[in-house]
């Protein structure tokens, strides 16, 4: 079993920014791909970003703005998020993949096996 703890979410202006982290844990870590959702109020879960061995792969809402980065020493993962604006405010989740597959699949919530349990961004406008 992994277990994933996301920290650094919070309240910012628009334009600001915020570093999101998720630290793994549990038996050896060894997952092919981190992902990066959210979700917000009366909203569907969405795909943010993942990292696919060394390759990221981005949402277009947050594509030029958002920045996925992966410490795998660490087990941690972590979402540098720039130019942040209203929209953004949502619950974000880590999720860990067990299979390997496309930057496609990694879209996809339900091809992640363990995720944790969200840390809230709001950002004011």
């Known amino acids: 079993q992994v277990q994933l703890v996301e920290s650094g979410g919070g309240l910012v202006q628009a334009g600001g920014s915020l570093r999101l982290s998720c630290a793994a844990s549990?038996?050896?870590?060894?997952?092919?791909?981190m992902g990066w959702f959210r979700q917000a109020p009366g909203k569907e879960r969405e795909f943010v970003a993942t990292?696919?061995?060394?390759?990221?792969y981005y949402a277009d809402s947050v594509k030029g703005r958002f920045t996925v980065s992966r410490d795998n020493a660490k087990n941690m993962v972590y979402l540098h998020m720039n130019s942040l604006k209203p929209e953004d405010t949502a619950v974000y989740y880590c999720?860990?993949?067990?299979?390997?597959?496309?930057?496609?699949?990694?879209?996809?919530?339900?091809?992640?096996?363990?995720w944790g349990q969200g840390t809230q961004v709001t950002v004011s406008s």
């Open positions: 990292m696919s061995g060394n390759r990221p």
């Open positions: 549990g038996r050896t870590f060894s997952s092919p791909a």
């Open positions: 999720a860990a993949a067990r299979l390997i597959g496309s930057s496609h699949y990694y879209t996809q919530r339900g091809n992640y096996d363990y």
